[in-house]
């Protein structure tokens, strides 16, 4: 079974730090694209950022570029999400999840397999 495993939330002050992880099992990590998005309160899920081994690529939404690291581990089958200077509005629920598809994209829709979320909240 496809499994995703995201970690490392949690309660930070505005300007603080926090890394993400996802750990993937159940299929062949370098194979698939792979993505965090997040879900703020009353809000639609966007994408927060994208990595793809298969392309050697990456995607950050504007609001997270000069801020956000996305990078993976294919020997250990896990994505990062560095969050440096973070700010209130980024307070959301964030999963990960991963995408087959053939292009490489950084919206929700194109992936398949989620994992649960974890909670960041940044305080003012």
């Known amino acids: 079974d496809v499994q995703l495993q995201a970690s490392g939330g949690g309660l930070v002050q505005a300007g603080g730090s926090l890394r993400l992880s996802c750990v993937a099992s159940?299929?062949?990590?370098?194979?698939?694209?792979i993505g965090w998005f997040r879900q703020a309160p009353g809000k639609e899920r966007e994408g927060a950022s994208c990595?793809?081994?298969?392309?050697?690529?990456?995607i950050y939404a504007d609001s997270v570029k000069g801020r956000f690291t996305i990078s993976s581990d294919n020997a250990k089958n896990t994505v990062y999400l560095q969050m440096n200077n973070l700010k209130p509005e980024d307070t959301a629920v964030y999963y990960c999840?991963?995408?087959?598809?053939?292009?490489?994209?950084?919206?929700?829709?194109?992936?398949?397999?989620w994992g649960q979320g974890t909670q960041v909240t940044v305080s003012s």
């Open positions: 990595i793809s081994s298969s392309v050697n690529s990456t």
């Open positions: 159940g299929f062949t990590f370098e194979d698939y694209h």
């Open positions: 999840a991963a995408s087959h598809g053939y292009y490489f994209r950084c919206q929700s829709w194109t992936y398949d397999y």
